[in-house]
């Protein structure tokens, strides 16, 4: 296994991530007792790391968490866990949440806590004094309850701009959804680079986009392949993610035990990639994202000329990750933080926007279809 150090500790490169743990017929019916051979498996193979959290299969992700790991002694894992950001509700009750935390995960302190989920759904509660989440996470992480603080973030690179301008100085890492189309296509550059500026590392989550970068079409893998001829889809996937000397941990959500086994064999080596590697990987990116997405350059042409003011740009940008995603949930929580009547539902399907528009881009369809596809 590889590690990375991090203020004086090794953690495992790669990590049990638990938001996809085998389950049954439904989503909070985890199977416990495969859970339980997957973390003695990647326990023997190095794998020190492991990350829950509130909401994962419905809350029953730290209880089953909570309960396999306490098999081992305390200090030979690394548990991170977070606050459930995401529903706004939480912010009413976050010393009731941690303390119901610790209980379902059986400890006594968290190795690492995360600001779940940053994004403009909630940015305003979480940077509000009144909800008090930061005041009490610093005093949790004081009384040495939580050893290392950090946050996670879906949103836009101006709302990690400002949770970094109002708490950069006391965080200690960022969860970032990190991939080789993500580089690009979720502004996962210039995060990094935004990050590197307050000196705090790189965790990663969806390194495989959901597993969707498991497989690749024989075109593309036939490129990769003449680089790097025993290399896998999912091996492409992670050794880009090793090139990026700011990222320390790589969350994997796996699913059983041939991914748990498939995931520890290629992070027994480091193998970055060259300059030729990552740039016929990242054209190999931008290839398949011109097949799905709307070429939109962001020129705002178009938004002088909406009699409605949306911010079509930005809802042509939600629209391609949605469309490219084939649904998910980033696309309508960013919604969520707009009034309604800048949605896309609230097109009028007038084309001005369309007259002068330089890429030609049939704006009116697109907004039609993220509406429909919205509803649905």
């Known amino acids: 296994m590889i590690y990375r150090e991090f203020q004086g500790r090794q953690l495992s490169n790669l990590s049990l991530g638990c938001m996809r743990l085998p389950h049954g017929e439904k989503y ?3 199977d416990t007792q ?8 990647a326990m023997e193979h190095g794998v020190n790391y492991y990350d829950t959290a509130w909401g994962y299969h419905n809350g029953r992700s730290e209880i089953v968490m909570g309960e396999a790991l306490s098999a081992y002694p305390r200090e030979s894992f690394y548990l991170a866990t977070k606050f459930p950001g995401y529903d706004l509700s939480s912010f009413e009750n976050v010393r009731g949440i941690f303390e119901k935390q610790l209980e379902k995960c059986r400890v006594d302190y ?7 989920n940053v994004c403009e759904k909630n940015i305003e509660q979480y940077l509000d004094p009144q909800y008090g989440v930061y005041d009490f996470l610093m005093e949790q992480k004081r009384n040495g309850v939580i050893r290392h603080l950090g946050f ?9 701009r400002r949770f970094l301008e109002a708490y950069g100085k006391d965080l200690e890492f960022c969860q970032l959804q990190l991939n080789y189309l993500d580089w690009t296509f979720q ?25 969707s970068l498991s497989t690749m079409a024989p075109a593309y893998e036939a490129r990769l392949r003449a680089l790097r001829p025993n290399e896998t889809a999912v091996g492409w996937a992670f050794r880009f993610l090793q090139s990026l000397p700011e990222v320390k941990v790589i969350l994997s959500g796996m699913s059983n035990m041939e991914q748990l086994a498939e995931n520890i064999r290629i992070f027994e080596t ?3 990639l060259n300059e030729t590697e990552m740039e016929t990987l990242l054209a190999a990116a931008d290839q398949m994202l011109a097949q799905k997405t709307l070429p939109c350059t ?33 696309a309508p929580m960013a919604l969520e933080a707009l009034e309604k009547d800048k949605w896309p539902s609230a097109c009028l399907h007038c084309q001005s926007c369309e007259a002068v528009c330089p890429q030609q881009l049939k704006i009116s369809d697109a907004m039609a279809d993220f509406a429909e596809k919205i509803t649905e």
């Open 28 to 30: 909070e019916e985890i």
């Open 34 to 41: 495969q859970v339980k051979q997957m973390v003695r498996y």
């Open 110 to 116: 968290f190795d690492f806590y995360l600001f779940h």
């Open 152 to 160: 996670s973030c879906h949103g836009q690179p101006e709302v990690l």
């Open 187 to 211: 502004n996962g550059m210039e995060k990094v680079a935004m990050l590197r500026e307050y000196g705090i590392p790189v965790w990663v989550m969806e390194p495989l986009r959901g597993g």
């Open 270 to 272: 480091d193998e970055p």
């Open 298 to 330: 962001g020129c705002r042409y178009c938004t002088e000329y909406c009699p409605q003011q949306l911010d079509i740009p930005y809802l042509i940008k939600l629209y391609n990750e949605h469309s490219f995603t084939g649904g998910g949930f980033l």
